[in-house]
């Protein structure tokens, strides 16, 4: 007789269960439902406070990626919370608002030009082409215009006023002039409200107001332009008095007499610009002037007498601007003025990120004999430098 001791669900050689719905009912049942009983009570707190974890930290995720993109996209000049950062040279903002403080004094820049050896050609240069008597130009643009002229008499056909009105004119009050350069240094100076506070500014081609008032002013009365860099954005021409044309080809003359009379270049024409150039400024004919060409040439002849390498260097229009505002004020100030060479990685201009050493691929201008020049200008106070980068 065989007498059974234990009945057993598993194989014994490999431990798999012969009689798994045996061994589901009369075994694992219990132990699970026991496990269930122990469990409930306390699953349902358990996982609501995963949940509310769980979002939680997507909030405070979202909070700090937020605090790290949105800078990204919006550029740290145009946000709100710039508005309330400290400038960054205090001392230079003091002078500029005790120099605005005093009263102008007359002829000032002329007393102070007259030491230097430069003198003789800065003053009494016209500043805009009259119409009234026609012009033997014995050199071509941009320091005559010699070959050019049918083109100016069809520009200066449309201009209503094309010489220096009353309101630019010396006579009268003292005149206080700031011409608005393009530098970097002028990035974060808070001079903004102090610029709007001259008699005339003058700001040189593209360099915008829009978006950049706080260090850079939002008034123009000159704005000096070629075609290629005039603004194409109608906000930068919204509180401008004048724009002059600098000629560099006679084309751009051309181009003067579209944007006045509103009558498009032709395809053609357009064709011989190096970068598309706007078709329409929202100005009125007698707000348009051309700069004359003697401006630019007595400017290149002084800066010849600090050059170390002869030749036919064309000088800045910011160089230009300067001896421009030398005929129309009694008191210059310069912002935004000075590029610093040693520092390649500095900002060239302050309204993009472009970097300084971008200026040593360029072959046109003296940008050392520049520096030179306006650097015995500040010293003779014959100008002041608001930004102190010179």
């Known amino acids: 007789m065989v007498t059974l001791n234990r009945l057993s669900v598993e194989d014994p050689d490999d431990g798999f269960s012969l009689l798994p719905e045996a061994a589901q009912t009369a075994v694992a049942a219990p132990v699970i439902q026991r496990q ?115 083109h100016l008499a069809l520009a200066l056909a449309s201009l209503p006023q094309p010489g220096l009105p009353p309101s630019l004119g010396k006579e009268g009050s003292c005149r206080r002039c700031v011409v608005v350069g393009s530098g970097g240094v002028l990035q974060g100076s808070h001079l903004g409200s102090h610029i709007d506070q001259y008699d005339i500014i003058i700001r040189l081609n593209n360099a915008p107001v829009s978006g950049f008032e706080r260090d850079a002013g939002s008034r123009t009365t000159v704005r000096l332009v070629y075609p290629e860099a005039a603004p194409h954005s109608p906000d930068e021409y919204r509180e401008t008095t004048m724009v002059a044309l600098v000629v560099f080809k006679s084309l751009d003359l051309d181009w003067l007499t ?67 505002a030398f005929q129309l004020c009694d008191q ?44 015995e200008l500040v010293a003779a106070g014959a100008v002041t430098d608001l930004t102190g980068a010179l």
């Open 36 to 150: 269930q009983e122990l469990k409930e009570p306390h699953s349902r707190p358990f996982f609501l406070s995963r949940t509310k974890n769980l979002v939680l930290s997507l909030v405070l995720l979202t909070g700090c990626y937020s605090a790290i993109l949105i800078p990204a996209y919006f550029p740290l000049d145009k946000l709100t919370v710039n508005d309330h950062q400290q400038p960054k040279d205090l001392a230079l903002l003091n002078r500029s608002a005790s120099l605005l403080s005093s009263p102008c004094q007359p002829r000032w820049c002329l007393d102070h030009l007259k030491p230097l050896s430069c003198s003789a050609g800065l003053l009494d240069i016209p500043v805009f082409v009259q119409q009234e008597t026609p012009v033997a130009w014995d050199l071509s643009p941009p320091l005559g215009l010699q070959g050019s002229e049918g």
């Open 258 to 324: 579209s944007v006045i009379t509103k009558q498009p270049l032709s395809f053609w024409s357009k064709m011989w610009f190096w970068r598309e150039v706007v078709d329409d400024i929202p100005l009125r004919p007698e707000n348009f002037r051309i700069l004359h060409p003697e401006i630019i040439h007595k400017t290149g002849q002084v800066l010849q007498t600090y050059t170390v390498n002869q030749g036919k260097m064309v000088p800045t229009l910011g160089a230009s601007a300067v001896v421009m």
């Open 332 to 375: 210059v100030s310069l912002a935004g003025f000075g590029y610093d060479m040693h520092h390649p990685e500095a900002r060239l201009h302050y309204y993009e990120t472009i970097r300084m050493d971008a200026m040593k691929a360029q072959v046109v201008h003296d940008v050392s004999a520049e520096k030179l020049f306006l650097r």
